[in-house]
């Protein structure tokens, strides 16, 4: 914790130590960001794929919800994503910004759900493989940024 120096202690005992630093760096006060660093860009980049996949389905596509069953068509794409960009404008305008993030976190699980059932398991494997490259990269990167005293960025 910073405290302030009274006019008969040093600078040194008033400021963070290097340790705490490092803490601070890792457990941020302000939010998880080490974890947001790592999840939210493959999470989002999935679900440009998954939006992508789900286009280009041409069969009906079984879809299990917990035991309810949903039958995916193309013919219900365009329905769908006239609805996904009614719902952006519509939070977008409303400027709440738990509103925002709940809708945020449901279109994505919602481009997941349909991309998943609608991906090939080799595709689904080959990208494992490629994620854990990037996560290593920046591990790595994270890691050398702590080490210079800042993150570099990417």
Known sequence: ?????SSDQKWSSALPSSSEMATR???PADGPQLLDRFLAPPM??????FQWRIANTIMPLGIDVTGYW???RQTMYWQCAFAEFVVCVGVGMAKHEILRRAVAL???????????KATPQSVKREAWEQLKWVWTYMA???ALGMVRGGRRRW
């Not at 914790?1 to 120096?5: D, E, I, L, S, T």
């Open 44 to 49: 989002l980049l999935g679900a440009l794929y």
């Open 25 to 27: 760096r890792i457990f």
């Open 140 to 142: 790595f990167d994270e």
């Open 70 to 72: 949903f039958v995916y």
């Open 106 to 116: 449901a279109l994505t699980g919602v481009l997941w759900l349909v991309g998943w």
């Open 1 to 5: 914790m910073v405290r302030n120096a």
